[in-house]
């Protein structure tokens, strides 16, 4: 038997849908956002099919600096934690059945801070590097990604800043974020390796 909650919640997130298709430039079926603290750009971001964002995460795609064109893209069964913050100045693209804990920041910008006359606030954005988030990758609890991507079916420890492009099948931890294992498809197994990548013997 069915109970009360569930067809509430169906119909609730059903309503949503409707309500609110026409405002992003796509929105899959099933997708949901879980009562957000912020959407702004919502022309520009373009949901999969059955996405999941969670409560008060602030999603925005806003060509504040000299892009042409701005994009957020959220794949397919992607899953986003409570209170995440994901700001796109040209292009953020997560892929599919991402996984993200709470307070998970994810930017390709930064405020300049090179003039120390004027306060950081009143210097203009600065655009840095385009990021990808492969598919099937866990980010963990208050990780930063800052105008780098990651790959594939990583792994992003807890605290972790990461700065710099990741390979696929990696485990990273740390500010900044550095290779601590990488699966083997030789011997099928995760092992352990140097900052660099490379495996260690």
């Given at each position: ?94 892929g599919k059945k991402v996984l993200t804990a709470d307070k998970v ?97």
């Open positions: 038997m069915i109970s009360q909650n569930r067809i509430y919640t169906g119909l609730y997130r059903r309503i949503w849908y409707i309500l609110n298709k026409r405002r992003f430039k796509k929105l899959g079926a099933k997708s949901f956002i879980n009562n957000s603290l912020s959407i702004q750009g919502a022309e520009n971001i373009s949901m999969g099919n059955k996405v999941y964002v969670a409560y008060k995460t602030w999603l925005a795609a806003m060509s504040y600096t000299d892009t042409d064109t701005c994009l957020l893209e959220i794949g397919d069964g992607t899953r986003l934690g409570n209170f995440n913050h994901i700001f796109a100045t040209n292009k953020i693209i997560i920041y994810i930017s390709d910008n930064l405020h300049e801070y090179y003039d120390v006359t004027t306060p950081i606030m009143d210097q203009p954005i600065k655009q840095i590097g385009t990021v990808e988030i492969g598919d099937g990758t866990w980010l963990g609890e208050n990780v930063c990604v800052i105008g780098a991507s990651v790959g594939r079916n990583c792994v992003v420890g807890a605290n972790s800043v990461v700065t710099k492009n990741i390979p696929d099948y990696c485990v990273v931890v740390g500010a900044p974020a550095r290779i601590i294992k990488r699966y083997c498809f030789d011997s099928n197994k995760w092992k352990k390796t140097e900052p660099s990548g490379n495996f260690i013997n």
